[in-house]
């Protein structure tokens, strides 16, 4: 029995039309858009779960805030406003605004990785991975091995494997890592969350060796709330304790504002030290701005501070994480496989599981993007071979990634539990049909760049 969920702590106040497009329209805007998801348009679209990232609703506070907007090129009110808010929330003493979550990653790799450098994640987001690749350095995993086995239940599945990280650092050597970053949650595999505890360890790791401990912080405060619920010793303290926590354990973080922070764009890099803060800068004014905008509006600054007061408010998390636990709990019900247990921002189905007789290299993932599209009007993505294969440099032979999945994100205060409802039923309308989809896709185009594949390519079916 799939359990009631809590109903919506919000109350609907202006409203964005949404339509079903009829059959033919859905099979029309496949081949316009070459088969790949984001080759859709949005009035293609009934429900539109591609990504979590910039697509929430603002509160009437962040709309009210944007008045407030001071466009000063430098030393603006709303970078004060911003200023503010990060140390009151995350306790950090310098902030630099970005344009997203990518700009903070070119800033930090740009400045402080070179060729030949290694960098020990969990598991890098995938802008992530391509901006180390940019600078010819190497991310390596070094996350848990319960992260590749989706059905496993384990309450902290981002975790990092301490005695991997501490090999990658002995076999790399120090000289050849600048830093550690850690992704919370850990998006590329699953949405799951670090401990509190693990983020202590690693951190007593990188002091020990003398490297600095990053955080992709894009799903701080969802990280925070998986803390709170699954963490013993944190049961008894605030969301918001618990994120600040966290962020003690951290020389820096880069951060997605799109995401927790609740704002439809934006990111910010966050440290401690005038030395570091200093030396990020010139990168800061080369591709983004003046330190104090970061290629974004003053507005958009003062939306970003609301945002991070307003991600610790544990109503608003309580029936966020319920929501997607609760489209979890139905396709459940309905047999689909996913990954357990259900992360913080997205359903991560096992697309492998779901078409085990279409081959890794037929892109399983993408060809149930398209039928759930077809099925529902409802956009997702896949997660697998076409995003996250690399050609293995000396044998030129494709090198597969170990899960093939396909992401339903939910967007913060945006749909309702009722959306989910449909998303569900329409999932579990595939998967009675499964076994009656027998075609893989072809790349027809793919941009010469690693780590954009899925962006850009060119997707053409054809039969098993
Ligand atoms: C979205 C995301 C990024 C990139 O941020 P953008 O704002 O999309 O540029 C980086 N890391 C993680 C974990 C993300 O989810």
Same mark, same amino acid.
């Given at each position: 029995m799939v359990e009631r969920i809590m109903p919506e702590p919000f109350r609907i106040k202006m409203v964005e039309p949404v339509r079903v497009p009829d059959g033919a329209q859905r099979e029309k805007a496949l081949e316009i858009g070459h088969?790949?998801?984001?080759?859709?348009?949005?009035? #293609?679209?009934?429900? &539109?779960?591609?990504?979590d990232s910039g697509t929430g609703a603002m509160s009437k506070q962040q709309w009210a805030a944007l008045?407030?907007? #001071?466009?000063?090129?430098?030393?603006?009110d709303s970078f004060f406003a911003l200023k503010n808010a990060v140390k009151d929330?995350?306790?950090?003493d310098y902030v630099i605004p970005t344009h997203q979550g990518r700009a903070a990653e070119n800033v930090v790799f740009g400045t402080l990785a070179k060729k030949g450098d290694i960098i020990p994640f969990n598991m890098p987001f995938d802008t992530t991975r391509a901006h180390i690749f940019n600078v010819e350095a190497e991310p390596v995993d070094c996350v848990i &091995? !319960?992260?590749?086995?989706?059905?496993v239940q384990h309450?902290?599945?981002?975790?990092? &494997?301490v005695a991997k990280l501490e090999r990658a650092i002995a076999e790399y050597?120090?000289?050849?890592?600048p830093l550690i970053m850690i992704t919370v949650t850990n998006n590329s595999g699953g949405g799951q969350p670090v401990s509190l505890e693990n983020l202590r360890a690693v951190s007593g790791v990188a002091k020990k060796h003398g490297i600095p401990l990053f955080l992709d912080a894009a799903r701080m405060a969802e990280n925070a709330w998986f803390i709170k619920m699954r963490e013993e010793s944190c049961r008894n303290m605030s969301l918001a304790a618990i994120l600040r926590a966290c962020m003690d354990t951290a020389d820096a973080i880069t951060c997605s504002?799109? =995401? &927790?922070?609740?704002?439809?764009i934006g990111g910010m890099i966050c440290c401690r030290t005038e030395a570091l803060y200093q030396a990020l800068l010139p990168r800061v004014i080369l591709f983004e701005g003046f330190a104090t905008y970061g290629g974004l509006a003053g507005r958009d600054l003062e939306a970003l501070a609301q945002g991070l007061r307003e991600m610790t408010d544990e109503q608003y998390m309580a029936h966020r994480v319920a929501q997607v636990k609760y489209l979890g709990d139905l396709l459940e019900e309905g047999g689909v496989p996913f990954v357990?247990?259900?992360?913080?921002?997205a359903i991560f189905i096992d697309a492998a599981a779901f078409l085990?007789?279409?081959?890794?290299t037929a892109y399983p993932a993408d060809v149930l993007s398209i039928e759930i599209y077809r099925e529902g009007a409802i956009r997702g993505i896949g997660l697998g071979a076409l995003a996250f294969a690399i050609e293995d !440099? =000396?044998?030129?032979k494709l090198i597969l990634p170990k899960l093939e999945l396909y992401r339903l994100a939910i967007n913060r205060r945006t749909y309702t539990n009722s959306h989910m409802e449909y998303v569900a039923e329409s999932i579990v309308n595939v998967y009675k049909r499964r076994e009656k989809i027998r075609y893989g896709l072809k790349v027809e185009y793919a941009p010469?760049?690693?780590?954009?594949h899925h962006f850009l390519a060119h997707l053409k079916p054809y039969t098993l």
């Open positions: 088969c790949n998801m984001f080759g859709l348009r949005s009035e #293609d679209i009934y429900i &539109d779960l591609l990504t008045m407030r907007g #001071d466009e000063a090129y430098a030393g603006a929330v995350l306790g950090f &091995d !319960e992260a590749f086995e989706p059905e309450p902290f599945k981002g975790n990092v &494997d050597g120090r000289e050849r890592i504002a799109k =995401k &927790d922070p609740l704002v439809n357990k247990p259900t992360g913080g921002h085990p007789h279409i081959p890794q !440099e =000396k044998t030129g010469p760049v690693k780590g954009l």
